[in-house]
């Protein structure tokens, strides 16, 4: 499976910005798909995740109300919608997919195939 992630960019604080996460491949059914980030010299941080069967979704309480993941039909596509974006959110934001159980959902390394980042710098 190939993921590729798009849609980070340079955006000040209050505005939102859209990032995709495209599956080659393998469709997303029966997967759950993650967003995580990571700050330059940190380690990963858990965003959102959404299971595929069922449309349960997941946020970090950091993210909680501000940050909303949709899917497509087509089951290749998942968007994370960011609004109220603050100088905080700012990270490179990678998408991942696997079959985590629910307790473990915000672990990175219950992911198996992950894409590359996408940078995402907001302004102060």
């Known amino acids: 499976v190939q993921l590729q992630a798009s849609g980070g960019g340079l955006v000040h604080a209050g505005g939102s910005l859209r990032l995709s996460c495209t599956a080659a491949g393998v469709p997303f059914s029966g997967y759950t798909v993650a967003w995580f980030r990571q700050i330059q010299g940190k380690g990963r941080e858990f965003v959102a995740a959404i299971r595929w069967t069922g449309g349960a979704t997941y946020y970090a309480n950091s993210v909680k109300g501000r940050f909303t993941l949709f899917k497509n039909n087509a089951e290749t596509t998942v968007d994370l919608q960011m609004n109220s974006l603050k100088p905080e959110d700012t990270a490179v934001y990678s998408c991942?997919?696997?079959?985590?159980?629910?307790?473990?959902?915000?672990?990175?390394?219950?992911?198996?195939?992950w894409g590359q980042g996408t940078l995402v710098t907001v302004s102060s």
């Open positions: 991942a997919t696997g079959r985590p159980i629910v307790s473990s959902i915000s672990s990175a390394s219950m992911y198996y195939y």
